[in-house]
């Protein structure tokens, strides 16, 4: 399987605003902010996708919720609101094959998030 730019960015080989890491999860910006709090929350175990995930993921994939909850404080939207989104192949709109979790808050979202 080849390396996905995430992946480089979990080892650190190319820069990006990390805003958590520890040896089981890595959250920092995303390059192109859909909303003004915009922060990718991903598996440093490089899992291309939903569809790719198996039981041994259960503990990993959990664990992206209660960073995801820190970083919500952290962010300062966590009273104000948010939503979690992960995307799962060409009709979900997914471009990078390392499975993530994007945090969007600071405005309101309404009810689906529009891509351009
Ligand atoms: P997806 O569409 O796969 O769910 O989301 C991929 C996200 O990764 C997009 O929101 C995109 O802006 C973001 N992204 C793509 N390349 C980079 C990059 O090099 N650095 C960062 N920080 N985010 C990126």
């Known amino acids: ?7 480089k960015i979990v080892k ?3 820069p990006a605003d990390i805003l958590f890491q520890d040896d089981r999860v890595t959250a920092f910006r995303d ?4 909303a003004p709090s915009h922060v ?4 440093n175990k490089p899992i291309p996708s939903v569809n790719d995930v198996t039981p ?3 503990a990993v994939l959990g664990y992206l919720f209660v960073v995801a ?3 919500a404080e952290q962010e300062g939207v966590a009273e104000s ?3 979690l989104l992960i995307n799962c192949g060409d009709d979900g709109g997914q471009e990078v094959y ?10 309101p979202l309404g009810r689906m998030v529009a891509r351009a």
């Open 1 to 7: 399987m080849s390396e996905t730019l995430f992946t």
């Open 12 to 14: 650190r080989e190319i």
């Open 31 to 34: 390059i192109h902010p859909q």
């Open 40 to 43: 990718l929350i991903i598996p």
């Open 56 to 58: 041994e993921d259960e």
């Open 69 to 71: 909850r820190k970083l």
């Open 81 to 83: 609101g948010y939503r």
């Open 98 to 107: 390392h499975l993530h979790m994007h945090l969007l808050g600071g405005r």
